[in-house]
């Protein structure tokens, strides 16, 4: 067991290859979809879409056994107009530079759609931290960090946990940074323990904005949440919190699902027995309180919501007409194909797009680097409460775009937030 076998979010390999489970291509076509609504001149578009910055970095390490390690590592920064770039650290097999590119434009329309003046960024390292000791990944932190320092920044750039990274990362990071500058850098990464000036409530944000807009799309729709049946695919930090937080509010969570396989009870999963069970075993794997069915079947049960909250391109144009859920609330990035969309949408299930419903850690994140900028520290209430009014917020400015443009949840997201990346380029101009 590594330092990181805990981390809190599930793995995100597409589960499809080629275009359905391609993430530059399902992010460029949902931006063509919005800028067309939007009237945007095919220059200004391009001059969007393309990486302010792309960096690749060696990260040589010396292993435990002594033997020297080279790992490839990047640091992408999209767009960084309204503020500086934001955007997570993951440690993965699969970590690539074009994937990377695109989790960073994704990241510049997930802030601006929730109007954090933050821009887009993303990072990772090309490694398997599950065959890593504690000391080894410390070590590629820590030279990954100095590969990358020239970016980095309170003002400048602010990663965040990811993929197989956690507030240990963010405290080495943090550390890194700080010593290189000279001084104690509490704002050059969020997501760190509370101890190191982290926030509360930032572990449960995304979650908790998950389950905030399952409430709210239910709400709109004019359907009770109390009762309501909930399958959620993903029991990481994610998926986990957002089913307890659900269950609180009445909701029954039927099934339960991770990449060991999925659980279904038609009377209810327990959802914080099913968290302990993860948190010592590590998956779901042997869970006793269910029936075991396949994640496919997890996905095409008759529920009300739907959270999928682990894989990337797992709802494609292959399985989304055996959907059967009314409304789909995306707790992963990217777990509804392009292709896909238009199933749902002729179906007529309401999808919450991963770039609202998804945003509350980057929202939290904004509020730690607020506290840590201004050194005044906020109580768990208080953050919880600010963040239940931004998003809140931008449900409704979504949904009043969705019904005035007559589009949907998804494309109205985006159009929100290229509108507003757009209109502070147009405000800033070009520097020559």
């Given at each position: 067991?590594t330092a990181?076998?805990?981390?809190?979010?599930?793995?995100?390999?597409p589960?499809?290859?080629?275009?359905?489970?391609?993430?530059?291509?399902?992010?460029?076509?949902?931006?063509?979809?919005?800028?067309?609504?939007?009237?945007?001149?095919?220059?200004?578009?391009?001059?969007?879409?393309?990486?302010?910055?792309?960096?690749s970095v060696?990260v040589?390490?010396?292993?435990?056994?002594?033997t020297l390690?080279?790992f490839?590592?990047?640091?992408?920064?999209?767009?960084?107009?309204?503020?500086?770039?934001?955007?997570?650290?993951?440690?993965?097999?699969?970590?690539?530079?074009e994937?990377?590119?695109?989790l960073?434009?994704?990241?510049?329309?997930?802030?601006?759609?929730?109007?954090v003046?933050?821009?887009?960024?993303?990072?990772?390292?090309?490694?398997d931290?599950?065959?890593?000791?504690?000391?080894?990944?410390?070590?590629?932190?820590?030279?990954?960090?100095a590969?990358?320092?020239?970016?980095?920044?309170?003002?400048?750039?602010?990663?965040?946990?990811?993929?197989?990274?956690?507030?240990?990362?963010?405290a080495?990071?943090?550390?890194?940074?700080?010593?290189?500058?000279?001084?104690?850098?509490?704002?050059?990464?969020?997501?760190?323990?509370?101890?190191?000036g982290?926030?509360?409530?930032?572990?449960?944000?995304?979650?908790?904005?998950?389950?905030?807009?399952?409430?709210?799309?239910?709400?709109?729709?004019?359907?009770?949440?109390?009762?309501?049946?909930?399958?959620?695919?993903?029991?990481?930090?994610?998926?986990?919190?957002a089913?307890?937080?659900?269950?609180?509010?009445?909701c029954?969570?039927?099934?339960?699902?991770?990449?060991?396989?999925?659980?279904?009870?038609?009377?209810?999963?327990?959802?914080?027995?099913a968290?302990?069970?993860v948190?010592?075993?590590?998956?779901?794997?042997?869970?006793?309180?269910?029936?075991?069915i396949?994640?496919?079947?997890?996905?095409?049960?008759?529920?009300?919501?739907?959270?999928?909250?682990?894989?990337?391109s797992?709802?494609?144009?292959?399985?989304?007409s055996?959907?059967?859920?009314?409304?789909?609330?995306?707790?992963?990035?990217?777990?509804t194909?392009?292709?896909?969309?238009?199933?749902?949408?002729?179906?007529?299930?309401?999808?919450?797009?991963?770039?609202?419903?998804?945003?509350?850690?980057?929202?939290?994140?904004?509020?730690?680097?607020?506290?840590?900028?201004?050194?005044?520290?906020?109580?768990?209430?208080?953050?919880n409460?600010?963040?239940r009014?931004?998003?809140?917020?931008?449900?409704?400015e979504?949904?009043?775009?969705?019904?005035?443009?007559?589009?949907?949840?998804?494309?109205?997201?985006f159009?929100?937030?290229?509108?507003?990346?757009?209109?502070?380029?147009?405000?800033?101009?070009?520097?020559?």
């Amino acid at each position: 067991m590594t330092a990181l076998a805990s981390a809190p979010k599930a793995h995100t390999r597409p589960a499809h290859a080629g275009d359905e489970g391609d993430t530059l291509a399902a992010t460029t076509a949902r931006f063509e979809t919005a800028a067309a609504q939007l009237d945007l001149e095919p220059g200004f578009a391009r001059l969007l879409q393309q990486p302010e910055k792309q960096i690749s970095v060696s990260v040589p390490v010396v292993m435990d056994d002594g033997t020297l390690e080279v790992f490839t590592g990047h640091r992408v920064l999209h767009s960084t107009v309204r503020g500086p770039g934001k955007g997570g650290v993951r440690f993965d097999p699969t970590v690539n530079l074009e994937e990377i590119s695109a989790l960073a434009a994704w990241m510049t329309w997930k802030c601006a759609v929730v109007d954090v003046p933050f821009g887009g960024a993303k990072g990772g390292v090309r490694c398997d931290p599950v065959t890593m000791s504690r000391g080894e990944l410390e070590r590629l932190t820590r030279r990954y960090t100095a590969g990358i320092i020239a970016t980095l920044g309170p003002d400048s750039d602010v990663p965040a946990p990811d993929v197989n990274t956690n507030e240990q990362v963010m405290a080495w990071m943090m550390d890194t940074y700080s010593m290189h500058t000279g001084h104690p850098a509490l704002g050059v990464v969020t997501g760190k323990p509370v101890a190191l000036g982290g926030s509360l409530g930032r572990r449960e944000a995304t979650g908790r904005g998950v389950a905030l807009m399952a409430a709210k799309a239910l709400q709109h729709l004019g359907w009770p949440l109390r009762n309501a049946r909930v399958v959620v695919q993903g029991y990481g930090n994610v998926g986990s919190v957002a089913a307890q937080l659900l269950a609180l509010e009445g909701c029954r969570v039927v099934a339960i699902g991770d990449r060991t396989g999925a659980f279904h009870n038609d009377n209810g999963i327990d959802t914080i027995e099913a968290a302990n069970w993860v948190r010592v075993n590590g998956t779901l794997e042997g869970y006793p309180s269910g029936d075991r069915i396949s994640n496919d079947e997890l996905l095409t049960l008759a529920v009300d919501i739907l959270v999928p909250a682990a894989l990337g391109s797992v709802i494609t144009e292959r399985n989304a007409s055996d959907v059967k859920a009314r409304i789909v609330v995306e707790g992963a990035n990217g777990p509804t194909s392009p292709g896909a969309d238009a199933v749902l949408e002729r179906k007529g299930i309401l999808v919450v797009p991963d770039i609202l419903a998804n945003a509350g850690g980057v929202t939290v994140s904004h509020i730690e680097w607020v506290q840590n900028r201004s050194a005044l520290y906020w109580t768990e209430k208080a953050v919880n409460d600010r963040l239940r009014e931004i998003m809140s917020r931008s449900f409704r400015e979504v949904l009043a775009l969705s019904r005035e443009r007559r589009v949907s949840l998804r494309t109205a997201a985006f159009m929100l937030a290229i509108g507003r990346v757009a209109a502070v380029h147009r405000l800033r101009g070009l520097y020559a």
